[in-house]
C-alpha cells in the first residue's frame, strides 16, 4: 500500500466513511482529482497537513518540502479556506435574502431551519449558553440537556473532544487572534442511541466577546436540496 492509499485509508477508517467520494468531500476535491491523486500517488502538502491535524498519526507521511515551505502551505491553505467559508456564507445570505424577498412560504424556512443544529457558547470554559435547531429529531437531544453543561461532558467524541480542546487553549494563547471562522468535521453522540454521527460543522469565535457559534448538520444532509424547486 502506497502513502496515498495509506492516508485515504486511514481517512476513511477515522471517519467510518464507505465510499471514495466521501473521502473527495472531506478534502474539498472532486472525486476526479482524488483519483489523480492514486494514480500519481502523490497527496499536496496542504491536504496530508489536513489529515495529521485532525487525525494525530504520526506514522502518516511528512508534506515533502523544507520548514519554510511547509509553514507558507500552512498559510495558504488557511487564507484559502477562510475566503471560501466567507463566500459560503455570503451566498448563503444572499440566496435567504432573496427567498425573503420573494416572500416564499413559512414552510420553506422551517425545513431549512430544521436541517440546523445551533449552540453559542463560551470560548473560555465550553459551556454551552443557548441551543436551538433540529437537535431532539437530528440528535436526540432537547434543548436543556446540552445548555449550561460543557461541549466535553460526553457530547463529542474523546478524540474530537481532544482537538477542539487543543485549538482552544492555542486561540486563547494567541494574542493576534480576535475572531477566527473554519469549518470542520466532528463526530457527536446521538442522545437516544448513543452512536456517533458525523456534523459538519461551521465555527464563529470571537475572543473578545469569549463567544463560540456553531453552525452544524449532519454530514449526509446536502443543504442545496432544501432549495430545489419542485
Known sequence: MNS?????????????FRHKYQVAKYFGVTPQALSTWLTNGNIPSRHILKVRSDIHDTELPEPQGSSIEENKTVIDYLINENVRLKNKVSKLNARIHNLQSDDINDDLFERINSRSLILVGRLSDGVIKEASGNWYESMGYLETDLINHRYDEGFFHPEDAEKIKNNQMNILKSTGIKESRFSTIRRWKHGQNGTYVMLSMVWYIDVDKDQVEIIAKPIDLDLDSVFVKN
Do not use: A, F, N, W
Open 4 to 16: 496515498v492509499q495509506k492516508i485515504i485509508s486511514q481517512v476513511m477508517s477515522h471517519y467510518g
